[in-house]
């Protein structure tokens, strides 16, 4: 069985307050976009012992396969419901340290294909559960859906929000910005006005009243990725923001713009919101 991780942005993100566990509390709307990894999850048939196999291809992923998303989804499931072994297919297209939230969508999504795969008949409510065992963002991309979110980023409300008729670029450089690294630059607040009181503006309305609270200390130590911002508003963006912890950077427009050669060696996508 098959299916398609996409991404997602984040409309504005404000770091709260540092929590006892070490995380932080933050308030952040999040946006899914149309671009995607492939993931294919598969009963296996032959008898070794590894009782999830997992294939990649496409982007390297660091690390050892063991820490992958995909395998510790199917791992939290395998401990309730004894699964059958299976093989894993992930092809990987959404560039890493980002802030796109690609990892998380393959964990969330390893987790509803498990569910079809093997019949499990889990509710969406069951499914953020174990989301959130995975990882902050991952919980999102159960229903997938606009969401405004606090907590860690994994207390979710439903969001009446549409850019289907809007177009984005995204831009990341050969930068990776460590989410360890962003936080250490950003000193907590709660900010004056909240998102949920501004994101029912049009994106036009945006600049100056929704902001990424890491793009100070990240702009700072990486002006390269503040440049891309510039050019993106250069270019008749009508909002433009890096995403999470960075270090992708996203414009809305409000027609569909061919600006790639500006960012001549860094990943480029474009297309329409959904």
Request: with cysteine; charged share 20%; proline share 5%.
């Amino acid at each position: 069985m098959l299916c398609f991780p996409n991404a997602k942005i984040n409309i504005g993100l404000n770091i709260i307050t540092r929590r006892p566990d070490n995380f932080h509390n933050v308030e952040t709307v999040f946006y899914p976009v149309p671009l995607s990894d492939i993931l294919e999850i598969i009963e296996k048939q032959d008898d070794s012992e590894t009782k999830a196999e997992l294939i990649l291809s496409g982007k390297e992923i660091p690390g050892s396969k063991e820490t992958n998303l995909c395998i510790k989804a199917y791992q939290l499931l395998d401990a309730d419901f004894n699964l059958p072994p299976v093989k894993i297919y992930l092809h990987k297209i959404i560039p890493m340290g980002a802030g796109l939230g690609g990892g998380s969508s393959d964990g969330a999504n390893a987790l509803k294909l498990i569910d079809q795969v093997f019949d499990l008949k889990l509710t969406n409510l069951q499914l953020a559960d174990y989301a959130s065992q995975l990882g902050s963002d991952c919980t999102f991309f159960i229903e997938n859906k606009p969401a405004f979110g606090t907590g860690k980023g994994n207390v979710l409300e439903k969001l009446v929000l549409n850019l289907s008729e809007k177009y984005l670029v995204l831009v990341k450089p050969q930068v990776f910005v460590g989410t360890a690294e962003a936080y250490e630059g950003v000193i907590p607040q709660k900010p004056l006005t909240s998102i949920k009181q501004v994101i029912h503006l049009s994106p036009d309305n945006w600049k100056g009243k929704i902001i990424n609270d890491f793009e100070k200390s990240v702009f700072i130590k990486h002006p390269e990725i503040k440049t891309i911002k510039e050019t993106m508003y250069g270019q008749g963006a009508v909002y433009a923001s890096m995403t999470g912890s960075g270090s992708a950077v996203y414009g809305i427009f409000e027609k569909e713009v061919t600006i790639k050669h500006f960012f001549e060696g860094m990943f480029y996508w474009g297309g329409k919101l959904v």
